[in-house]
């Protein structure tokens, strides 16, 4: 059976997206210019009012990545935190399809964002596999069944491990925890890393050098 990911409709929005994302470097380098200092997670709604227009995908080698791991990992249950206009959760929906009728469970907190990636999704065919949440993740993540089998942190760098935490005692064993954007927002995923690949907290971690820096961890809990 072919791979959802190579399906026509699947390929023509995610050039469609990436070739949008492509013109707003300016805007991306202003914002994060603006935001990659200490800022308190509190701010994460002006952030999100500032980037409503911008899409800060993840990288295609990333979004590949993510399509590989989680048919790998023949997950059914993918959790992504910061979904923005859609663009991962297309390759992480794919997988979930391809793995038999997985679903991605999303968050995204700007609502213009949220009506984007869900249409974004409709229009590659893979809306059934994603349910993408609109509000803030600590609140729409909280009730996520278990277990889960793979975890992408996507959003505002101090909630990456507040989120992992409330999500950690619904890992499977061997689930895979993914983080992006290690190397553009070093001091503020410092704490994140640190935690991660420490193993007295139950994670075997790397930085992959891929993009601006992926944070992988396996949970062997």
Do not use: C
């Amino acid at each position: 059976m072919p791979a959802t990911l190579l399906d026509d409709a699947t390929r023509a929005v995610l050039d469609r997206l990436f070739t949008a994302a492509a013109q707003e470097g300016p805007a991306l380098l202003a914002l994060r210019d603006r935001f990659s200092g200490d800022v308190d997670v509190s701010l994460a709604p002006v952030v999100a009012e500032a980037a409503a227009e911008i899409y800060m995908p993840v990288a295609p080698e990333v979004g590949r990545l993510l399509y590989l791991l989680t048919r790998t990992r023949n997950a059914a249950l993918v959790v992504e935190f910061g979904t923005s206009f859609g663009i991962s959760t297309i390759y992480l929906a794919a997988a979930a399809k391809d793995n038999g009728g997985g679903v991605v469970v999303g968050s995204e907190l700007d609502p213009s964002k949220h009506a984007k990636a869900r249409e974004h999704l409709r229009q590659a065919g893979l809306d059934r596999f994603a349910d993408v949440r609109l509000g803030d993740a600590l609140v729409t993540l909280a009730d996520v069944a278990a277990p889960i089998d793979l975890v992408l942190l996507d959003g505002w760098k101090d909630a990456y491990l507040p989120i992992l935490k409330l999500l950690k005692p619904k890992l499977r064993p061997r689930a895979v925890v993914l983080a992006d954007n290690i190397y553009t927002f070093k001091k503020a995923l410092r704490p994140y890393v640190e935690y991660m690949q420490d193993g007295a907290n139950g994670f075997v971690s790397t930085t992959l050098d891929i993009a601006d820096g992926f944070e992988m961890s396996v949970y062997t809990g």
